[in-house]
Nanobody, 125 residues
Framework: QVQLVESGGGSVQAGGSLRLSCAAS????????LGWFRQAPGKEREWVAT????????AYAASVKGRFSISQDNAKNTLYLEMNSLKPEDTAMYYC??????????????????WGQGTQVTVSS
């Protein structure tokens, strides 16, 4: 059974940093797509970043590009999201997601098959 467990959320002031972790278990894919999404109260879930394990390529939403960094520790089966220069508008529940192997990464919600329970990030001004 696939399990994704996020951790590392918290409350920080604007300009601060946080690192989110997502521990994965229950599957082994040689190549697949891993991602982070977020959902603020009253808003739809939105894509944040993707990591393609096949070639370690990354992609970011325009709103976080240059401030966030997605990475993976394959040995630990853990996905990370390093968040710097945080802004109040980054406040949301953050979810990690994993996709079954496909030919390409689909950065939409439908492009991912497994989801964690989320970790809250709150940025105060």
């Amino acid at each position: 059974q696939v399990q994704l467990v996020e951790s590392g959320g918290g409350s920080v002031q604007a300009g601060g940093s946080l690192r989110l972790s997502c521990a994965a278990s229950g599957y082994t894919y040689s190549r697949n797509c891993l991602g982070w999404f977020r959902q603020a109260p009253g808003k739809e879930r939105e894509w944040v970043a993707t990591f393609a394990t096949g070639d370690s390529s990354t992609a970011y939403a325009a709103s976080v590009k240059g401030r966030f960094s997605i990475s993976q520790d394959n040995a630990k089966n853990t996905l990370y999201l390093e968040m710097n220069s945080l802004k109040p508008e980054d406040t949301a529940m953050y979810y990690c997601a994993s996709a079954r192997p496909r030919h390409y990464c689909d950065n939409s919600i439908r492009g991912f098959d497994y989801w964690g329970q989320g970790t809250q990030v709150t940025v105060s001004s």
